[in-house]
């Protein structure tokens, strides 16, 4: 169980995303409070969104070394269920 805590804890620490168990603060992205589809805060908002989404789309690959755990990454398959948040989509 150990060596599995590490591979946790490492991998955790290499991401710099915020959501699900991945919470960090420092790369939280407010919806704009009071802000709607159209308004320039909303769609900067909504184009952050996107690009930290398409960038945080991976799956996280574990190696066991000696050394420790050596962590990489794999695209995912979202072909069945595109990934949406606060009613993001390319319709708004």
Partial sequence: MIVLAEVIAK?????DECRGS???AE???????????????????KARWKAN???WMKQTLATHTAAGPEIGYAPIDVSVMP????GITDNH
């Fill in 83 to 86: 990934p949406s948040s606060r």
């Fill in 22 to 24: 991945h919470y960090k």
């Fill in 53 to 55: 989404n398409d960038k």
């Fill in 27 to 45: 790369f939280e992205i407010k919806v704009p409070e009071g802000k709607f589809a159209g308004s320039p805060e909303y769609e900067e908002y």
């Fill in 11 to 15: 991998g955790a620490r290499l991401r």
